[in-house]
């Protein structure tokens, strides 16, 4: 149920939840703004600031994750693809070769 959570719920529901709450964020300062007769913050009209720094969050928290979760075991050395009597072998991550006593 969780993966199901974080693999479909979250990333179908998030960008929803973060332009409400943006949007009331926004359209509570420009109702203050009118009611105290000042201009309206520069950063209210333009979205951009916000877009563009949510995309680098975003990003960063990725490849955090994917930095910490992803990937193969450390020692392991990748084999690429490559035929063997006439099949295919796919690429694979075995454990590396342990070198002979005495060597």
Same mark, same amino acid.
Do not use: K, N, S
């Given at each position: 149920?969780?993966?199901?959570?974080?693999?479909?719920?979250?990333?179908?529901?998030?960008?929803?939840?973060?332009?409400?709450?943006?949007?009331?964020?926004?359209?509570?300062?420009?109702?203050?703004? /009118?009611?105290? +007769? $000042?201009?309206? !913050?520069?950063? =209210?009209?333009? &979205?951009?600031?916000?877009?563009? #720094?949510?995309? @680098?969050?975003?990003?960063?928290?990725?490849?955090?994750?994917? /930095?910490?979760? +992803? $990937?193969?075991? !450390?020692?392991? =050395?990748?084999? &690429?693809?490559?035929?063997?009597? #006439?099949?295919? @072998?796919?690429?694979?991550?075995?454990?590396?070769?342990?070198? /002979?006593?005495?060597?």
């Amino acid at each position: 149920m969780l993966r199901i959570l974080l693999t479909i719920v979250l990333p179908l529901a998030l960008p929803t939840v973060v332009y409400l709450l943006y949007v009331t964020t926004v359209e509570a300062r420009r109702v203050r703004a /009118a009611q105290e +007769g $000042g201009p309206v !913050p520069w950063w =209210v009209e333009a &979205p951009w600031p916000w877009l563009v #720094g949510g995309g @680098v969050l975003l990003t960063g928290l990725t490849l955090g994750v994917m /930095a910490l979760t +992803g $990937g193969d075991a !450390p020692g392991e =050395v990748y084999v &690429p693809a490559h035929m063997e009597d #006439g099949r295919l @072998v796919p690429g694979a991550t075995r454990p590396a070769p342990t070198a /002979a006593p005495g060597h």
